[in-house]
């Protein structure tokens, strides 16, 4: 088993690219394989949005217009993901890709065209993005990414059963070759595995510490 915790900012094409890598990475890969796209939305990504767009971390107008679209988006996602994981991740990109590659502007209209593309259940979506149930879940996720100490987006953490009592934090650089090599069970590339680590920004991460695991 290999497990994926991809936390993401869903307005962000940094993000957008890292989503992109892992499915590459699990269609090419055998064994099992469980990804979990996780939004996370705070000050803290917030204002890296705004300093990765070179846009004025000074304006509380846009900061609000920013922090709304981003929490409706996450929201709108969580609702999706109630009809498959699968369901909500291709809801997510293809909305993702309108946004930020196609440069189309935030709309419920986008929403529902992107929806319909994806074939969600329509009204139960709609219903769905409204419940108590998907802001807890929402809450929950920004739970698990303080409890796996997410400071920015992207961010990926992987357990697997080569590394039982501890996940691998990755900060930046989440590519198909290094989730490739990090999953690599060979022990013949142990230490090429270990040298690429020690020059990539990953960290280790304690296992029993997750409360939320």
Do not use: W
């Amino acid at each position: 088993m290999f497990e994926i915790y991809l936390f993401i900012n869903p307005i962000d094409s940094t993000c957008l690219q890292a989503e992109k890598e892992v499915l590459n990475f699990i269609e090419n890969s055998t064994g099992k394989i469980r990804v979990n796209f996780v939004p996370v939305h705070n000050l803290s990504t917030v204002t890296q949005y705004l300093a990765t767009n070179n846009l004025s971390k000074g304006d509380l107008k846009l900061r609000n217009t920013v922090c709304s679209v981003t929490y409706d988006i996450c929201l709108y996602y969580t609702a999706a993901t109630m009809q498959g994981k699968k369901k909500g991740r291709n809801f997510l990109i293809e909305l993702q890709t309108a946004l930020l590659e196609e440069k189309e502007p935030f709309s419920e209209h986008l929403i529902l065209e992107v929806a319909k593309k994806v074939k969600l259940d329509i009204p139960m979506f709609l219903e769905d993005k409204e419940l108590d149930f998907t802001k807890t879940s929402f809450e929950a996720d920004q739970k698990l990414a303080r409890e796996m100490s997410i400071s920015s987006a992207p961010s990926c953490v992987l357990f697997s059963d080569h590394h039982k009592e501890h996940g691998l934090l990755i900060e930046e650089g989440i590519t198909v070759e290094l989730l490739q090599a990090l999953h690599n069970p060979n022990p013949m590339i142990i230490e090429a595995r270990n040298q690429m680590i020690s020059k990539t920004d990953i960290h280790s991460m304690n296992k029993a510490a997750l409360q939320v695991l």
